[in-house]
């Protein structure tokens, strides 16, 4: 079994119906993940310990998902000098989930957090197999597979509609 490159965090198992959608394109690209729960608010020592810790065990990049005051993607990447990909979740009290994309996006010169969009964990997933390709062949080559399937799939359909 290879170990984890990719640490998949999320503030709240009730943001795992969102996140899990990394861990399945991770899995797809044949890229090692783990995922738990970390919260920067409920459990902020495992925060420190979990950020501190990553980049000797082996990670190379940590997703971080949370929703509302989503401290979590931020801080972590306070705490570690690996990149930190931020997915914002709609939590069900948001506004519209503006406070999840502001939380994480605004982060002040010298900590980037790289956002996706709302809900978006799929693309937090190809974007850090990307970021992991860069130092692997194998993902790359999984990666353009991947590519070419999005291709093939635009293909079909314009030849659905008759075009
Ligand atoms: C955040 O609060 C979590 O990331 C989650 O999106 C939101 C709601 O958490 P729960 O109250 O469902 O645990 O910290």
Redesign the pocket.
């Known amino acids: 079994m290879n170990s984890p490159k990719v640490g998949i965090i999320?503030?709240?198992?009730?943001?795992l119906p969102v996140m899990q959608d990394a861990a399945d394109v991770l899995k797809e690209l044949g890229v090692a993940y783990e995922i738990s729960v970390v919260?920067a608010?409920r459990t902020p020592d495992l925060m420190f310990s979990y950020a501190r810790a990553a980049a000797d065990r082996g990670l190379k990049v940590i997703i971080a998902?949370?929703?509302?005051a989503?401290h979590?993607p931020g801080m972590v990447a306070s705490l570690t000098h690996l990149p930190v990909i931020g997915v914002p979740?709609k939590?069900s009290n948001s506004i519209d989930g503006w406070d999840s994309i502001l939380s994480i996006l605004q982060m002040p010169n010298g900590i980037p957090v790289a956002t996706v969009a709302l809900n978006a964990a799929k693309n937090a997933g190809i974007l850090a197999a990307q970021i992991i390709s860069t130092a692997d062949e194998h993902i790359v080559e999984n990666l353009k597979k991947f590519k070419t399937d999005l291709k093939e799939k635009v293909e079909a359909s314009a030849r659905e509609m008759g075009s």
């Open positions: 999320m503030g709240s198992k009730s943001d919260s608010h998902g949370a929703g509302g989503a979590l979740v939590s």
